[in-house]
């Protein structure tokens, strides 16, 4: 059987959270980020993964498969293909909706690498 990838998957009911509904990383939830390294260092959530999104087939055993996977990126278009992927090969994953720009305008805390203060650009 040929290994699925993230352009096989379909993205119709792929399941959605809002911003304000995305629990805190830690035990049991994972906030996978599958942005690039540059926005990634610029600013994401506390406690969030760091895979981007051209590594996650190849990296999923970095992920935990029991655990409740939320699912962001900039927007919410290349988090969508991703929850679609994860949830055909068995996760429980969520779209995180509008992205890391609707998590900054809802003054959800953010974190980044460096000494620059975090900004979603």
Same mark, same amino acid.
């Given at each position: =059987? ?11 009911? #792929? ?5 304000? @509904? #995305?629990?805190?990383?830690?035990? $049991? #939830?994972?906030?996978? @980020? ?7 260092? +610029? ?10 999104? /051209? ?20 927007? $919410?278009?290349? +988090? ?11 996760? @429980?994953?969520?779209? #995180?909706?509008?992205? =890391? ?10 974190? +980044?690498? /460096? ?7």
């Amino acid at each position: =059987m040929p290994r699925a990838t993230i352009d096989d998957v379909s993205f119709s009911d #792929v399941p959605t959270v809002s911003v304000a @509904d #995305v629990p805190e990383a830690g035990d $049991g #939830v994972v906030i996978l @980020d599958v942005r690039e390294a540059d926005e990634w260092n +610029s600013g994401h959530a506390p406690g969030a993964q760091h895979i981007p999104i /051209g590594e996650v087939p190849a990296r999923i055993e970095d992920i935990d498969i029991d655990a409740e996977v939320y699912v962001v990126c900039r927007q $919410g278009g290349r +988090s969508l293909g991703v929850v679609a992927y994860l949830n055909n090969i068995g996760f @429980d994953a969520f779209q #995180v909706d509008g992205g =890391m720009v609707a998590w900054q305008r809802n003054g959800l805390p953010l974190a +980044s690498d /460096g000494d620059i203060p975090a900004k979603i650009f």
